[in-house]
């Protein structure tokens, strides 16, 4: 084995993002797209901006700010009801279908996640899922108080596992994620899950860009920074052969 361990993010890399648009859609018919893109490009950018303003609120905050903002731009008016039912499905996000399989396959390394998520949240959502019996550890950003893609917020991967950099492969399917892992000197494995030729095919097949293409046109693509990982692959059932 060349790494002894193998840590993951969290949100769009083994759980589906994209799964909360069904209960968005329920909860308020006809804007379900448009809230569930909306509603992640501002839950990251606000922990990006509280990151460069060092004023830090924690991911389930974060999370229910960039929802009310979307919806107020939306002009939406809400019962709170619907309001926490919808944040509710961040801690039953669906895992995507090769993630515990994946994980599985990866023993003995040392599995864990690095996550933004708060530890309440991220607690839920693996127990929930039932990768609380593969992973030995679920690690927030939280106890730095600080977001990724800050260098701090990497370190507690060996605060925690007792591990070097180069011992570790970071997975993420977040460009600004695989960016910041590999600044900070892990190995990095990019799950690359939209192809360009795939964001050029969507843009063109129709006159009208739908708000998923959009969100994939920011936030799926290599970022131009400098940094490059050391893998790309199509899923996470890739993982074992370079693990």
């Not at 998923?212 to 059932?237: C, N, W, Y």
Request: hydrophobic share 45%; with cysteine; proline share 5%.
């Amino acid at each position: 084995m060349s790494s002894k361990a193998v840590v993951f993010d969290a949100y769009g890399t083994l759980y589906d993002i994209q799964s909360v648009a069904e209960v968005t859609e329920d909860a308020f018919p006809g804007y379900g797209e448009i809230i569930t893109q909306v509603w992640r490009i501002k839950q990251l950018e606000y922990t990006w901006l509280r990151s460069l303003m060092g004023r830090y609120r924690d991911f389930d905050a974060v999370t229910r700010d960039s929802l009310a903002y979307t919806l107020r731009v939306l002009g939406l008016a809400y019962e709170n009801e619907a309001f926490e039912r919808v944040i509710e499905k961040y801690l039953h996000l669906d895992l995507y279908p090769d993630a515990a399989e994946t994980l599985a396959e990866l023993k003995p390394r040392k599995l864990a996640i690095l996550s933004n998520g708060s530890p309440d949240m991220l607690n839920a959502l693996v127990r929930n899922s039932g990768l609380d019996a593969l992973l030995d550890a679920t690690i927030s950003v939280d106890a730095k108080k600080i977001f990724k893609p800050r260098p701090q917020a990497y370190e507690l991967i060996g605060e925690v596992l007792g591990t070097a950099p180069d011992e570790v492969l970071f997975v993420s399917s977040n460009p600004w994620d695989a960016v910041g892992a590999k600044s900070f000197g892990l190995k990095v494995a990019w799950i690359e899950r939209v192809t360009p030729e795939a964001m050029a095919l969507a843009c063109v097949e129709t006159e009208l860009v739908a708000p998923i293409t959009m969100f994939k046109a920011i936030r799926t693509q290599m970022d131009e920074l400098g940094f490059a990982p050391d893998h790309r692959v199509r899923a996470l059932s890739e993982l074992p052969r370079i693990a």
